[in-house]
């Protein structure tokens, strides 16, 4: 009697999930495929073709796929692979504490080239991928200007503070704060615009928006003092740079794929007002896809006319970790962090570092997230290229969440000991 | 004043335009476009960024496109790398004789937002004539015994090398090649050998004799020059173009376009004999982060299992061959392929080949300035099958390989008259 087994069924979703197939016939090709829905109804799909092996027993730990949507052994490929029906749609869990997402493994006894999303498989496991663990708190934050949703780890704490930063979507995605609490931290996930009450366009960014961000969570009795960390992607990541730049209370910042320049918009703090570096629509490219590349449309950090626009990032006090996809098809991340370390090591500076993940793209989210290959914005008719292998891009994801949260607890937690 | 200049106003498709733009102001960035609709209006768009001299000019012989959809100096950029609105559909003149496909080129100032392009109107624009046929050349239904297909006939008098042109796995009769090539001097005949008129909807085997018939009946044709005829073969036409060469010594000059070297899927049946195909591994499909289906390692097991005999003996063909192959090709490894059966000419001692290799082509090499189709939709199979090609490199491969396929055919279909004095 054969089975499929996936553990652990209900787990964080970014904890690998270990399925095995035993009692079926030796040297079987098999058919395993992935599917969920997410909570506006987009169907994302996946597949791969393995072969059980002389006892007809398959574990994903150690079995090579065939071919399908990965090849090799990827024991989470049918999670990072998944893809939807319809083009250029994102994988963005909305609600993060009251569901999972539920993920279907089947399991058929055949391989070809059929739609086996109307076969009866041979045997089905639905396992929960949560983005948040009990206990985990969340708080609505409408105070002063700040909004928000703050995540709180369960327990008295007080517990190292990070800011999220998403990037030029707008809006506020909580999945990466809410995973971030399950590890522990404190973690406000900030929205800047396009949210509630605030501007509906990114006209500028107003540094003193976030230093008030800053010092709530400071001042949240569950928060650790004096310094907090920011975890930011994309434009998000300009901001996070400049974060650390000018706010003394921000001790550690990952970056992930932003420009170390002000680009498209003027940054504001107090007297400062730094001009962006122009862009140039003419060099917009468009992918076969009829995706828009923006990888060449901004102006170059390193040209001389563009200096008054580079971030001071020797006058960061705390630790920067830049994390760059060496495939993102939106930045020139590696350049842009590559400018910023050199910029520090000019100033006899050593608090930089960063991590270059050959094959990865511009979207580098937590390990197991599906990779987009472009998608809508609002500014653009046409979705934005993001690029990313997707093996490599999956390899980034995985690697690079590890030493995140390697990097705050060493950086955050250092802070504490200090008092 | 702003002028747009575009010549030839009307040509063969395959012919280069020279498109200029004066009157602007020095150092202006405008954007070009080019628009098309098919026969069943599917609108088909292009983009390109250009900036104007210090004298206000815009020459695409010279001027780079600084973005859009290709960047870089290319004259023709605007033609291929023509977009469909609806994603995946392929450019496909059906009507090759009556009418020709109507280009737009239109300027616009840089200042417009892309998404205002829509509604408003350019600075100036015109519009082109990209014909398929040229004035003079003939086209006849061919519905003779079996052969199902439509034979171009050149203008002019007296005879024509002949060719036969076949297309792959779409099936149907598809004739832009034919009625291009007769247009260059060539009589072609567009055969079609399934799921058109009465000939099998999806057949289980490959009847090689009723190729012989088509080659029988080219050379009996009274244009046809002889004493040999050439094929034009893409894909599985190009298992079945290489299999005729082998077979019938009519056949002296062959263009294989990123085929195989073996029978794929299906058996061939010549004379009553039997060989049979190598099959394809579903396991081997790959799915790309587009969700694109990519085959070209899926004959990778069969081809490990079998022997030599499974390949196609090349070495017994007695005239010439040219492989064309896109080395980015994603639906057949074409590249192993066509270098297997060339070093399996060597082995025996011929050197009767020529293989034009080109990175960055993939799999549907066609005619020069037609549009990248870079995947296409299997509806009964739910699947998109990628095809592969990076936009500007396979522009460049068609370009060059279709002046290299006409070099090829006359050079082995024309005998060289000398003066002996």
Redesign the interface.
């Known amino acids: 009697m054969f089975q499929l087994t996936a553990t652990p069924a209900s787990a964080l979703a970014d904890e690998p999930v270990h399925i095995r197939v035993t009692g079926l016939p030796p040297l079987q090709?098999v058919t395993l495929t992935a599917s969920l829905k997410d909570e506006k109804g987009n169907v994302f799909r996946s597949?791969a073709?393995y072969?059980t092996n002389e006892v007809g027993e398959l574990d994903l730990m150690k079995a090579p796929a065939?071919?399908?949507?990965y090849?090799g052994v990827h024991p989470m490929g049918l999670f990072w692979?998944l893809?939807c029906q319809k083009?250029f749609r994102r994988l963005l869990k909305q609600d993060v504490m009251n569901s999972p997402f539920w993920v279907t493994l089947n399991l058929y006894d055949t391989?070809?080239?059929?739609?086996f999303s109307t076969e009866e498989p041979i045997a089905s496991q639905v396992v929960q991928r949560w983005f948040s663990a009990p206990g985990v708190q969340r708080v609505q934050v409408r105070e002063g200007r700040v909004r928000g949703a703050l995540f709180l780890p369960p327990g008295e704490g007080p517990f190292p503070g990070v800011i999220d930063l998403f990037g030029g979507r707008g809006g506020l995605v909580e999945f990466r704060a809410s995973l971030l609490a399950a590890h522990g931290l404190a973690v406000l996930a900030l929205a800047y615009f396009a949210y509630e009450d605030l501007p509906e366009l990114l006209q500028e960014i107003d540094l003193e928006y976030f230093e008030e961000a800053a010092n709530l969570l400071l001042a949240h009795p569950k928060v650790q003092t004096p310094g907090i960390g920011v975890i930011s992607v994309s434009k998000g990541a300009e901001i996070g740079l400049a974060m650390a730049c000018f706010l003394k209370q921000v001790v550690a910042t990952v970056c992930i794929n932003g420009s170390t320049a002000i680009c498209e918009f003027p940054l504001r703090y107090k007297d400062l007002v730094i001009a962006p570096i122009p862009t140039?629509?003419?060099?917009?490219?468009?992918d076969?896809?009829?995706a828009v590349r923006l990888l060449?449309?901004r102006g170059d950090p390193r040209d001389k006319v563009n200096q008054r626009s580079v971030l001071p990032v020797e006058k960061a006090q705390g630790s920067i970790l830049f994390i760059v996809g060496e495939n993102d098809e939106c930045s020139k991340s590696r350049e842009y962090a590559e400018q910023a370390l050199h910029q520090l090591q000019n100033h006899g500076r050593n608090n930089g570092r960063m991590l270059v993940y050959p094959g990865a793209g511009h979207l580098i989210e937590p390990p197991y997230a599906p990779?987009c290959?472009a998608s809508p914005n609002l500014k653009?008719?046409?979705p934005l290229l993001w690029g990313?292998?997707?093996t490599a891009h999956a390899t980034a994801q995985e690697h690079s969440w590890g030493e995140i949260l390697k990097f705050f607890r060493q950086h955050l937690i250092q802070a504490r000991s200090k008092l | 004043m702003i002028q747009l200049t575009a010549t030839p106003a009307s040509a063969l498709v395959d012919e280069p335009v020279h498109i200029r733009a004066t009157g602007l102001s020095p150092f202006q960035v405008v954007i070009l476009q080019a628009s098309l609709a098919d026969e069943k209006g599917n609108l088909f768009h292009s983009q390109a960024y250009y900036k104007a001299n210090e004298a206000g000019e815009v020459d695409l012989q010279q001027a780079p496109s600084l973005g859009g959809d290709y960047i870089g100096v290319h004259p023709m950029g605007l033609f291929w790398s023509l977009k469909p609105e609806k994603f995946l559909m392929k450019l496909v003149k059906k009507d090759v004789v009556n009418s020709p496909f109507l280009v737009q080129i239109k300027l616009y100032d840089s200042n417009l937002q892309l998404t205002d392009i829509a509604t408003t109107a350019p600075k100036v624009s015109l519009t082109l004539e990209r014909w398929y046929v040229a004035p003079g050349v003939k086209r006849i239904q061919v519905r003779e015994g079996p052969l199902r297909g439509t034979l171009f006939l050149p203008p002019g008098e007296g005879r024509f090398p002949g060719i036969i042109d076949l297309f792959g796995g779409i099936g149907g009769l598809i004739e832009y090649r034919a009625s291009l090539l007769a247009s260059h001097g060539f009589v072609s005949l567009a055969l079609a050998y399934f799921n058109y008129e009465d000939l099998p909807a999806q057949p289980e085997k490959t009847e090689l004799d009723y190729f012989e018939e088509a080659v029988n009946f080219l050379l009996r044709h009274p244009k046809v020059l002889g004493p040999g005829i050439g094929i034009v073969s893409i894909s599985k036409g190009a298992e079945i173009g290489l299999s005729m060469a082998i077979h019938l010594k009519q056949v002296t000059a062959t263009v294989l376009i990123n085929g195989p070297n073996f029978i794929l899927g299906i058996p061939q049946v010549y004379h009553g004999q039997i060989s049979k195909p190598l099959a394809l591994s579903p396991q081997s499909l790959s799915i790309n982060a587009l969700g694109l289906a990519e085959f070209q390692h899926s004959f990778e097991e069969a081809r490990r299992e079998a022997s030599e005999t499974s390949l196609l003996p090349i070495e017994k063909a007695q005239g010439h061959f040219l492989f064309i192959v896109g080395e980015d090709d994603k639906n057949l490894n074409s590249k192993v392929y066509a270098e297997q059966a060339t070093q399996q000419l060597s082995r025996y001692g011929k050197n009767n080949w020529t293989l034009l290799s080109y990175p960055g082509a993939g799999h549907l090499l066609e005619p020069p300035y037609s549009p990248l189709c870079c995947a296409s939709e299997i509806s009964s199979l739910h699947l998109s099958i990628h095809w592969g090609g990076e936009v500007t490199p396979h522009a460049a491969a068609q370009e060059h390989s279709w002046k290299e396929i006409q070099k090829f055919l006359r050079k082995h279909l024309v005998p060289v008259v000398t003066s002996q004095l």
């Open positions: 090709l597949k073709f072969k065939f071919g399908g949507d090849v692979s893809k083009a391989v070809g080239l059929q739609d140039f629509m003419e060099r917009l490219q468009f076969i896809s009829g060449h449309y990779l290959y653009l008719s046409s990313g292998e997707p």
